[in-house]
């Protein structure tokens, strides 16, 4: 059973920076695609950003240019760097890993990204 912890969540002024960070257990990390994901208060959990296994990335429109994905694969670890936040990031963010589009693992108990001045 894989289970996946995130961290690195805070409280943080509008334009401020965070990096998050997802350990994940288990075999296989690797050959995986691993996306963030981000559910605010009374929305849906949307997708932020990709990385597939060969490192190429996609990015939700909201954070273009702002937010950058990297992993580490010796250590099962996948990161997202958050730049010129804003108060609409503000949610609960996850990892997961990714196939076809679809989620395959548990959901962790993400952690909390509150942008605020």
């Known amino acids: 059973q894989v289970q996946l912890v995130e961290s690195g969540g805070g409280l943080v002024q509008p334009g401020g920076s965070l990096r998050l960070s997802c350990a994940a257990s288990g075999r296989h990390f690797s050959i995986y695609a691993m996306g963030w994901y981000r559910q605010a208060p009374g929305k849906q959990r949307e997708l932020v950003a990709t990385?597939?296994?060969?490192?190429?990335?996609n990015y939700g429109d909201s954070v273009k240019g702002r937010f950058l994905i990297s992993r580490d694969n010796a250590k099962k670890m996948v990161y997202l760097q958050m730049n010129s936040l804003k108060p609409e990031d503000t949610a609960v963010y996850y990892c997961n890993a990714v196939v076809s589009g679809a989620t395959i693992w548990p959901w962790g108990q993400g952690t909390q990204v509150t942008v605020s001045s």
């Open positions: 990385m597939s296994n060969s490192g190429s990335t």
